[in-house]
């Protein structure tokens, strides 16, 4: 087992450094300067998208889930063990320095977040229950290749509901074990329970479909990511004379200066980025999956939201980690990776009683990160196949990875995730370069009806010469629309 681990932790590391790292840097330069900096100059604009209303159909049902919907949705898959394992583990392995470089990459990632969310959207497709789509979807329609998709969705499938889903059940059943204080006698027994309780309350959610997931992702991200914060903010307010410390250490140590674990700047940089990108998942291609589900009246819309969803993840939810962990000022030298360090932050500052706290806290971030991934796997797996025993299948599997997440290796599925968050990565940021500049003239459609007062609203006749649009309704067949000066939609 130690071999295989070795071998996927150097194949990983390989494709990070000489592949996807460049490339995520570069493409995330150019769409931040291609776009005017939209990840911060249309700030107050992803705010008022989050609330707008669904568009219905003519029968006044909603036509998919709201855009607040797929927000949580996202959010559920984006904001768990990363969260507080991941961000346990960069500080672990490249000291505070790494956190500075989960800051910059989620500020560089805002703008992928917005462009490949906005194709998510545009190259969407009708089903069933709303809409659905993805990197997969924009691939086919939008890139014309079918064999692009089909890999993309594989990995997808490999990264999200199997790999990521099991993570976050290793991390729940590690916290119930330290929380409950077993001895290791016993210790197997509660990871075997854990599985066979997480793998029941899964599947209870994910055979109702995506509005059931969509129903509980709304009511406990929210609920979930206040109390965190709030904890959060206790332990650092009653360590508040630790705070100039801390964020010196930040910005001292990011470049690889005076690193207390002795951290060279590549490993730094590396594991602030990967750590970064597993928890908000900017570029990835993973969120796009939820923001097509959203039925709303302009691409840009579901783009700018999903892009504050980053935001919300890295810094509110991950810099509280930080937070937590530096002010604490732990020995780094002989820290463990994942979820402990964390844990003794809390423990230590709050006392026993804070594990039973953090355990709930913990197990609500990462069952909502299961049904999110879930979510992404069977979009995915619709792009590959419809047929009702393939998603049966899928359905079957994705719950069974919950149970042997909750009793495997921890070191091992870290290694895998990472690795197949490597090429799922890699894949989704080629597709997004080639097919960015339709989101630019998107960015103008939306601008120029914003300038004229006007809530924007998108049909295909604005963009005439894009084929394989499918989802958004000529001008002549929607009603209450105003033209404008151009003759296009307004």
């Not at 100039?244 to 594991?271: D, H, K, W």
């Amino acid at each position: 087992m130690d071999g295989l681990n070795d071998f996927v932790l150097a194949a990983g590391d390989s494709l990070w450094t000489w592949a996807v790292l460049p490339i995520l840097v570069l493409l995330g330069l150019y769409f931040t300067i291609r776009s005017g900096v939209v990840q911060f100059r249309w700030l107050p604009e992803m705010i008022r998208t989050l609330t707008n209303k669904t568009p219905q159909n003519p029968d006044g049902s909603p036509q998919s889930v709201s855009a607040f919907q797929a927000f949580t949705i996202s959010a559920a898959s984006r904001v768990g063990v990363g969260n507080i394992a991941g961000v346990g583990t960069a500080i672990a392995i490249g000291g505070p320095g790494a956190v500075f470089w989960m800051w910059t990459m989620a500020f560089i990632g805002g703008a992928s977040s917005f462009v490949e969310s906005t194709l998510g959207q545009l190259f969407k497709v009708k089903d069933p229950s709303g809409f659905r789509g993805g990197p997969a979807y924009y691939m086919l329609h939008g890139l014309r290749s079918r064999w692009m998709g089909t890999v993309f969705a594989g990995i997808l499938i490999a990264c999200f509901p199997f790999a990521f889903s099991s993570l976050q059940a290793n991390t729940i059943s590690a916290t119930l074990v330290s929380g409950m204080g077993v001895s290791s006698g016993t210790a197997t027994t509660v990871t075997v329970v854990v599985g066979i309780v997480l793998a029941v309350l899964t599947a209870l959610v994910v055979f109702g479909g995506v509005r059931r997931i969509a129903s509980v992702t709304q009511a406990v991200v929210p609920a979930m990511a206040l109390s965190y914060l709030l904890l959060g903010l206790v332990i650092v307010f009653m360590h508040i004379d630790q705070l100039p410390a801390v964020f010196a250490s930040i910005y001292t140590q990011a470049f690889g200066f005076n690193e207390v674990v002795g951290a060279a700047f590549g490993m730094i940089l590396m594991t602030g980025i990967k750590r970064g990108m597993f928890s908000n998942e900017a570029g990835l291609g993973s969120a796009p999956n939820a923001g097509a589900s959203a039925a709303v009246t302009h691409p840009v819309k579901q783009g700018l939201v999903q892009t504050l969803g980053v935001y919300f993840d890295t810094f509110l939810i991950c810099s509280i980690t930080a937070f937590i962990i530096l002010v604490t000022a732990p020995d780094l030298a002989t820290a463990t990776r994942g979820i402990g360090l964390t844990q003794d932050a809390i423990v230590g500052t709050l006392g026993p009683w804070s594990n039973v706290l953090l355990s709930v806290i913990i197990f609500l971030l990462a069952f909502s990160s299961i049904l999110g991934n879930y979510y992404y796997g069977e979009s995915n797996i619709e792009f590959i196949s419809t047929r009702p025993r393939v998603l049966f299948g899928y359905r079957v599997l994705a719950v069974a990875a919950i149970f042997v997440g909750a009793i495997a290796s921890a070191d091992l599925i870290w290694n895998t995730a990472d690795a197949i968050m490597g090429l799922m990565a890699l894949v989704n940021l080629v597709a997004i370069g080639l097919l960015s500049g339709l989101v630019f003239r998107l960015m103008k459609d939306y601008a120029r009806q914003r300038s004229a007062g006007r809530d924007p609203v998108f049909t295909r006749d604005v963009m005439p010469d894009v084929a394989g649009i499918t989802c958004w309704e000529d001008e002549q067949s929607v009603t209450g629309r105003i033209p404008v000066a151009d003759g296009r939609a307004g």
